[in-house]
């Protein structure tokens, strides 16, 4: 498999997800994560990137919000990937 690393938006970033996944478990979206070379928080704080928001999310999304952090549907994450 080739470095996903490169020309990848979320190299280096620290991504959390909240609410149930359409095509991921959590483990499994944690992987994905970090096989991106990113970090797979648990929480959102100010050092969050991106937060990744499923079916009924949490509190979560409302304090990603209150900080201005991007939120992607699980199917932006997907999309924003690279080939």
Known sequence: MKDRTENNPFAGCTVVTTGKLEKFTRDGINSRI???GAI???SV???TNYLICGEKPGSKLTKARELGIAVLTE?????MIPA
Request: charged letters at 30%; glycine letters at 8%; proline letters at 0%.
């Open 34 to 36: 970090t096989s991106l």
């Open 40 to 42: 797979a928080g648990s």
């Open 45 to 47: 704080t100010r050092k």
């Open 75 to 79: 199917q932006e994450f997907l999309d």
